[in-house]
């Protein structure tokens, strides 16, 4: 469906981000894809959704297909309007001073159809918390709530492929799980989605497959649940490993070292 080649990107002409990373996002698959602060994994989904151009980035090298097609010439709308493709940002983007309501209007602006009342509803479904909430200012829900109407919001453009940033940010372990129900079912009624997550644990655990990012290239890739057991995985991303380590970047440049070079 999606499919990233070899892809350059570097912020100011000098910041080199994205240092010739390449992976495959299949149809009606959750995609998962870890790595450390700083790994380039919001890079990534900005260059993907169009948007990494507001940000001083430029694509260097490398392509982005849709089915086989570039979209790297395109600009965000167009991306997508013509793929059904949305991002959406790790710091939640909503309207504070709108309700809950106004904010899922608000993010159907580009639509002209008049199902906008039913989809609303629909969309609130997956998200019953908000439900008591639909008159109050967005500003005042939880994280949770936020994060929720977020994707709520993402919902309202009738996406077929969604990217979440980090989703779980900031977020206590139950709402976590909770929300994490809610991806899945998402991907259920057929949304593929590409999960960018620091709670590799929670995230793995609804993923098909997944990504290990480190410095703007992949260094290891399989199904979710083989990454589940994979020793270095374990150790950088589960906190599972019996290493004494202090320095989780020394430990981490190690085995880089050792495993991956
Ligand atoms: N607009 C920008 N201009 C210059 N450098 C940037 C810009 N945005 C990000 N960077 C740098 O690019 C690198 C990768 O950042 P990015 O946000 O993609 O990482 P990340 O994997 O999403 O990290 P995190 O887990 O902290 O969200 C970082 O070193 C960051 O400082
Ligand atoms: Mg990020």
Redesign the pocket.
């Known amino acids: 469906m999606l499919s990233i080649e070899n892809l350059r990107v570097v ?2 002409d000098v ?1 080199s ?1 994205l240092n010739g990373i390449s992976l495959e996002v299949k149809e009606g698959e959750v995609l998962v894809i870890i ?1 450390a ?7 990534l989904l900005r260059t993907v959704a169009g948007m990494i151009g507001f ?3 430029d694509i260097i090298d490398g392509d982005i297909k849709m089915n086989d097609v570039s979209i790297k010439e395109l600009d965000s709308a167009d991306i997508m309007k013509r793929y059904n493709l949305t991002y959406v940002m ?1 710091d939640r983007p909503i309207f504070n001073y709108l309700t809950i309501d106004e904010n899922l209007k608000a993010a159907a602006y580009s639509r002209w159809d008049n199902k906008i009342k039913t989809d609303m509803e629909e969309v609130l479904d997956y998200f019953p918390v908000l439900k008591p909430l639909r008159n109050k200012k967005a500003g005042y829900a939880s994280g949770g709530e936020q994060q929720m109407l977020a994707i709520g919001m993402a919902l309202m453009t009738k996406p077929k492929i969604l990217l979440l940033d ?1 989703p779980s940010l900031g977020l206590a372990p139950l709402i976590t799980e909770e929300l994490f129900g809610i991806i899945r079912k998402l991907n259920k009624s057929g949304i593929t989605i590409v999960l960018v997550e ?1 709670n590799a644990y929670a995230a793995l655990n609804i993923g098909n497959r997944g990504y290990v990012v480190e410095m703007g290239r992949v260094v290891l890739d399989g199904e979710a649940q083989e990454l589940l057991k994979n020793e270095d995985v374990r150790e950088f991303y589960l906190g599972a490993g019996e290493s004494k380590r202090k320095s989780y970047k020394d430990a981490k440049r190690y085995k880089r070292r050792k495993r991956w070079l």
């Open positions: 912020y100011h910041i981000v790595g602060n700083g790994a380039g994994k919001t890079t940000y001083d980035g790790e980090e620091q």
